[in-house]
């Protein structure tokens, strides 16, 4: 199994910034492709970012593309999204997801990611 624990997040002024870390452990950790998702109150679980297991190539949502980077250091078993010129709608509980499969490299299916952390609350002032 996968355990997953998200940090970094807090409460920040709109136009500021936050790093958010995903730091895995277990027999399959590290390596994996890995999914960033949000969730609002009364919202459904959103696609955010991903990384293919080696790092080579991600994926980013439309509403956060150019503002968001992630990435990951694989040695570290640590995973991380650059969140920039944060807005308010940028407020949610943000997790991190792996899955084990592959294939496809990326994805934004939430329900084709097998380990979940238990999110950070990103709270972004106006």
């Known amino acids: 199994q996968v355990q997953l624990v998200e940090s970094g997040g807090g409460l920040v002024q709109a136009g500021g910034s936050l790093r958010l870390s995903c730091a895995a452990s277990?027999?399959?950790?590290?390596?994996?492709?890995l999914g960033w998702f949000r969730q609002a109150p009364g919202k459904e679980r959103e696609f955010v970012a991903g990384?293919?297991?080696?790092?080579?190539?991600?994926d980013y949502s439309d509403s956060v593309k150019g503002r968001f980077t992630t990435s990951r250091d694989n040695a570290k078993n640590t995973a991380y999204l650059q969140m920039n010129s944060l807005k308010p709608e940028d407020t949610a509980v943000y997790y991190c997801?792996?899955?084990?499969?592959?294939?496809?490299?990326?994805?934004?299916?939430?329900?084709?990611?097998?380990?979940w952390g238990q999110g950070t609350q990103v709270t972004v002032s106006s």
């Open positions: 277990g027999r399959t950790s590290g390596g994996l492709t």
């Open positions: 997801a792996q899955r084990r499969a592959p294939f496809p490299p990326l994805t934004s299916l939430a329900a084709l990611y097998d380990y």
């Open positions: 990384i293919t297991r080696s790092g080579d190539s991600t």
